[in-house]
Structures are given as structure tokens and as C-alpha cells.
């Protein structure tokens, strides 16, 4: 398997330089040349299998250029002892049709812990493979959850240093305190005074950045991204929406005669897209259904076919979601136009420039057919919270209620009534705040008595990793304006221009 750059087709190289370099020279993403697919007797195989072992099945389509050993490595490493009972994605049945997966057992309790938990082994991996010796250094734009577990993932990992930047005043407090205490020694974590978007810009500025690379080079060192443009975060995605479906397969043929709908709450349209990837491999998925907060320029492209970035930026009680620029619609584009980079390219571009694009109306009616978008207002946000804990006594975060309740926008306006698969994101600790106040109480000052306080109203239990945290020694207070991340970076690694 071979893997092109969605703003280059001449750009033609094997997953572990992909996966070791983040991202192509000129900007673009790197995209599978094709997309593998799954018969019946592999699905019947994978039902059989555990998560680590369906795992290494799926990854082993996509890096055709590891070793079974390798890929044994990677997925054991990733997915033995770090997640309760070792499940990483279990399905919870709410109701008979309504499934939602809970990707939030792993040590950050968020779903990126099921990418960031492999993502070391896989770029130190492919590093070995395609490298020189360098050391990585792995720069991170958060809106909250990618930091830390980014951070989890890569601290004292040999061989490698990461930098997480995330908007000052956009994270929750238990986000923050997860990073600012994060333990190791190659670890680094600064807030900017800005939003996400900036964060993100920043970091790909630096990037691509001709002469601070040349600067890295000359001191043995090379820059990867374990953002969702990595191609080594997307790869494990895919996973557990395949993974979803091998354990709905307990449910009978009749079940799913008529195929699932999956729900994922979106930001940068990476979770999405792997659910995207596991339809094209085969998994029976009817909608792709996109569930975005009040910065809903995803609702309105799927609708318009124009994305359109200038726009009010809202900082909601999803903060994982504020986002107005969709790194990995890039790909999404790549696919529908039938690896057209040209046109991917000059999307790219005018993005860039004018801040919007429209698509051709070929590729908006494909995006139609795949796709349903959705928002959701805070309120609402809030008031499915609070509506599913009652009617079901089950607790979800702010960005799992975003989902909900669009999904049941969808159900009331097409009537369809197919099982539906929704991805819980994240355990509802992280914003305890915000989930205190959607069940109506009022919220303590301080964010652990909040913590406490849900779990007493809720008999649920706080989860170790947030528990652990009240003790926890903050070793990073650090902010830098936008603009200065560039000498942040360089100061931190010891070189300057
Ligand atoms: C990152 C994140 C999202 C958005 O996922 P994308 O892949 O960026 O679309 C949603 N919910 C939570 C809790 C997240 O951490």
C-alpha cells in the first residue's frame, strides 16, 4: 500500500515515511492510494477476535510495510493494560436500537487515547524504518483532549520531545490541570493567548517553515505531528467503528438487515472520517452523521457545499469541538474528486486566502448521499444531558450529548429508525462543571468537590486518571502570544535562528 499527498499525487511513499513525517512537504495529507476492503468471511473472522488481535488485523491492510512482529508490538503496547479490562471500545446499549460507543476508558478519558496510545509505536516504528537517527519532535495543537493524551502517549518515550500548545481560555479546568501536570522528562506544554484555529495555524506554520527545518536538521532533529493529520492517528481510528460493528453482529443478521447509522460528535473531521474509511471497507454504516456545537461550519457546508471559515467563533461547553477549520475534510475532498489534487490544492489554497470554498456540485451531492449534518445549541446541549440521565440513568459528557441530540433531530426529520451507533468521546469528569450545572445543580467552586458531588448525585465513579489529579504537582503554568510560539519552540529545544 502506497500513500499519495492529497495536494500532490507526484508525493508517493510507504506508511511509515507517512506516518514519521505527519504531513507532505507542500502541505498536503497523505491518503491510502486505495481503500481495502473486507469480505464476509474477514468479518466473520474478526468477530471472533479480540481488540488487540482486530486491531493488527486492520492496521496490517493499511501498513503493508510493517512486519506481523512489528504490528504485534504496536497493538499489545497500545492496547494491553492501558484501558479498564482491557476493553477500549465497548458498546453500551441504551436502548434497542440506540448503541453508543465508549471510546473514554483509556488513560486521558477521551477517544484519543485509542490513537495516542499506539501513535508512539507506530511513528517510533516507522522512524526506525525511514529515519536517521533523529530525534522527533512532536509538536501539538490541543483543543483540550490531543494534548494530553498525546502527552501520555510520547512521555519518555526514546528518542522523541513534545510540545503542546492549546487556547489559554478554551480548554476546561480538568483539561488544563490533566496537561499543566503532565509527568517526563521530554514533555513541554504552554497555553497561547488565542483559539484553537490559532493554536493549529501555528503549529503548521512551523511546519512547514523552510529554515527552521533546516535548523532542526542540523541539530538531529526532525519535526512529526501526532494531530489527527497524521496518518498514524487516523489508521487506528478505523479500528473500533469496524470493531463496533463485529460486536452488533451478536445482535443477529435481522438486526441489521438495513445496515447502522453512526453518530460522531465533530470538530476537525477526523473521527468521522475513520468511520468513513470502515463504510468503505466494508462495514454495513448507512449515515455518516455529523454532529458539530455552535461553531457549526461543517453543518453548513454539508448543506451549501461552500465552507465558509469567517464566521463568529464560539467557545462552548464542547471545547473539543470549537473548531472552524476541519484539517481532515482535506482527505474527505481527495476521495470525492477522485484524487483530484489539483483541485484539492486550490480548495486548500482559497481556504487559505479568503477563508472559504465551494465545491463542485458532483462532489456536494456525493457528500449528501454519505453524510447528514447537524448542530446543536448549548442549551440543548444541556438539556439532553439532563434528558438522558433521567429517562435512562446514564451519565454523557458535553460532546456525547452534542451527538444525541442531533441524532434525534435526524430520527424526528427522516423518520429513519435503523440502529444507530453514537461515539461518546469522553467520560463526563472532564467537564464535570458543565455537567453539574446541565442536571440542575449548582456547581462548587472548586473542580474536584464538582467531581465529587456528580459522582455522589449520580453513583457513577470518578474515573482513576481524574481522581489522581487533585494531588497531582502543576509543572507548567507557561502562556505565549500567538505569534511567539515559533520562539517557544526553538528556545525549548535548546537552538535558535
Ligand atoms: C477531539 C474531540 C472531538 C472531535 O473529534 P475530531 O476528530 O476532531 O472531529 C469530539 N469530542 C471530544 C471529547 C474530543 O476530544
Known amino acids: 500500500m502506497l500513500y499519495n499527498s492529497t495536494r500532490d499525487n507526484l508525493q508517493e511513499v510507504e506508511s511509515a515515511y507517512a506516518i514519521a513525517h505527519g504531513i507532505s512537504k507542500e502541505g498536503g495529507l497523505f491518503v491510502p492510494q486505495s481503500i481495502p476492503t473486507l469480505s464476509k468471511e474477514d468479518f466473520i473472522a474478526l468477530k471472533e477476535m479480540n481488540y488487540v488481535e482486530r486491531a493488527k488485523y486492520i492496521l496490517k491492510l493499511f501498513l503493508t510495510d510493517f512486519s506481523d512482529e512489528e504490528l504485534d508490538y504496536c497493538a499489545k503496547g497500545a492496547y494491553v493494560g492501558s484501558f479498564d479490562n482491557d476493553l477500549p471500545a465497548p458498546l453500551y446499549a441504551l436502548s434497542d436500537k440506540v448503541n453508543i460507543l465508549e471510546l473514554w476508558h483509556g488513560p486521558t478519558c477521551a477517544f484519543k487515547d485509542l490513537a495516542l496510545q499506539i501513535l508512539p509505536y507506530l511513528l517510533t516504528t516507522s522512524s526506525k524504518k525511514v529515519g536517521d537517527g533523529k530525534k522527533t519532535v512532536i509538536l501539538v495543537a490541543t483543543s483540550g483532549d490531543t494534548g494530553k493524551a498525546a502527552l501520555e502517549g510520547f512521555k519518555d518515550v526514546a528518542g522523541t520531545e513534545i510540545i503542546v500548545f492549546y487556547p489559554n481560555d478554551g480548554v476546561s479546568a480538568m483539561q488544563q490541570l490533566q496537561m499543566n501536570t503532565q509527568k517526563g522528562e521530554n514533555v513541554y506544554v504552554c497555553a497561547i493567548e488565542g483559539n484553537f484555529d490559532d493554536a493549529q495555524t501555528g503549529v503548521k506554520n512551523i511546519f512547514t517553515n523552510d529554515d527552521i527545518k533546516s535548523l532542526l536538521a542540523e541539530n538531529n532533529m526532525e519535526f512529526s505531528s501526532a494531530n489527527s493529520i497524521n496518518w498514524g492517528r487516523l489508521a487506528p481510528q478505523i ?259
Not at 473548531?323 to 481556504?351: F, P
Not at 453524510?371 to 446543536?376: D, M, N, P
Request: proline share 3%.
Open 239 to 497: 479500528i473500533y467503528y469496524i470493531s463496533s460493528y463485529c460486536d452488533l453482529m451478536d445482535k443477529g443478521d435481522d438486526y441489521l438487515k438495513d445496515g447502522f447509522n453512526v453518530v460522531v460528535p465533530t470538530g476537525n473531521f477526523g473521527n468521522i472520517l475513520a468511520a468513513y474509511y470502515a463504510r468503505q471497507m466494508g462495514a454495513p454504516i448507512n449515515k455518516l452523521i455529523c454532529a458539530s456545537n455552535s461553531n457549526n461550519v461543517l453543518t453548513d457546508f454539508l448543506k451549501s457545499g461552500t465552507y465558509d471559515r469567517n464566521r463568529d467563533f464560539y467557545t462552548t461547553i464542547s471545547p473539543s469541538m470549537d473548531i472552524l477549520i476541519s484539517s481532515n475534510l482535506e482527505r474527505m475532498l481527495y476521495e470525492l474528486t477522485g484524487h483530484n489534487d489539483k483541485q484539492v490544492a486550490a480548495w486548500q489554497n482559497s481556504l487559505k486566502y479568503d477563508g472559504k470554498y465551494t465545491v463542485t456540485d458532483e462532489v456536494l451531492s456525493k457528500l449528501k448521499e454519505l453524510f447528514y449534518g447537524g448542530y446543536c445549541s448549548e442549551e440543548r446541549t444541556s438539556a439532553t444531558i439532563k434528558n438522558t440521565f433521567d429517562k435512562y440513568g446514564y451519565l454523557i459528557d458535553t460532546h456525547t450529548a452534542v451527538a444525541v441530540s442531533v441524532y434525534e433531530d435526524y430520527k424526528e426529520s427522516t423518520g429513519d429508525n435503523r440502529p444507530v451507533v453514537i461515539a461518546s468521546t469522553a467520560s463526563p469528569y472532564k467537564f464535570a462543571n458543565s455537567v453539574l450545572s446541565a442536571l440542575g445543580q449548582d456547581v462548587p467552586n472548586k473542580e474536584f468537590d464538582a467531581a465529587n458531588k456528580l459522582s455522589g448525585l449520580t453513583i457513577t465513579t470518578i474515573p482513576a486518571p481524574i481522581s489522581e489529579l487533585e494531588t497531582a504537582t502543576v509543572r507548567f503554568s507557561n502562556v505565549c502570544k500567538k505569534d511567539d510560539m515559533k520562539e517557544v519552540v526553538l528556545k525549548h529545544l535548546g537552538i535558535s535562528l
